[in-house]
């Protein structure tokens, strides 16, 4: 697969796991792909966007008073014409009830309700939170609304507890996003 062409937005939300998507950032970076890193401003309390700016050799934009961003569009709806997959890791509890009632108050949920493409969204939390019927009313909404839902993997969980909450896999995230930029490939 050619990844030198392909362009994958990546929103971090405010969770532990945020540290994780710095990998994912990185391993699609060293493809090729161009990554834009999105952030909503707790996902910036977990960790700095220069660490994102500095692997992915991209400006992060973390706010939505961002005029033209990359593109000579506001950044929200510029970023979803030339992308191929928009990646959501970790998706807090909070940030999946905004995308399922279409809020735009950050930057991450703000390029969702502007994005017609494929959608990745990777929850991570608390397992408590995790089974929250809230939380599993929002994730059906976000399933019938054709998102891929992956994860949350079961064990330990920074919060102390043992149970469902964690971050999928990185190598079975990478897994979907890649089938999904192999299948807009074929298309
Ligand atoms: C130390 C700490 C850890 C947290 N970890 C998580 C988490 O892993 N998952 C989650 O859904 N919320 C977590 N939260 C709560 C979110 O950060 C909070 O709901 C925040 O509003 C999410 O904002 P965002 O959705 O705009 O990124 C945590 C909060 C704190 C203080």
């Not at 991570?124 to 809230?134: G, S």
Request: glycine share 10%; aromatic share 6%.
């Amino acid at each position: 697969m050619n990844w030198e062409s392909r362009k994958i937005i990546l929103g971090v939300t405010g969770g532990v796991a945020a540290y994780k998507a710095v990998d994912l950032a990185s391993r699609w970076t060293q493809r090729g792909a161009a990554v834009r890193v999105r952030m909503t401003p707790a996902a910036c309390r977990f960790i700095q966007p220069l660490t994102f700016e500095s692997v992915t050799r991209s400006e992060v934009i973390s706010e939505i008073w961002h005029p033209v961003g990359t593109h000579d569009r506001p950044e929200h709806i510029g970023a979803g014409d030339d992308a191929d997959v928009f990646v959501i890791a970790p998706a807090s509890a909070d940030h999946i009830a905004r995308l399922a009632h279409g809020f735009g108050d950050d930057v991450v949920c703000l390029t969702a309700l502007a994005w017609d493409g494929p959608t990745v969204l990777c929850p991570a939390m608390n397992d408590r939170m995790w089974q929250n019927p809230a939380v599993q009313t929002n994730i059906r909404i976000l399933q019938e609304r054709g998102f891929h839902i992956v994860g949350p993997g079961m064990g330990h969980l920074a919060c102390g507890s043992t149970g469902p909450g964690r971050l999928a896999d990185l190598d079975e995230i990478d897994e979907i996003v890649s089938g999904l930029i192999a299948a807009r490939e074929l298309s």
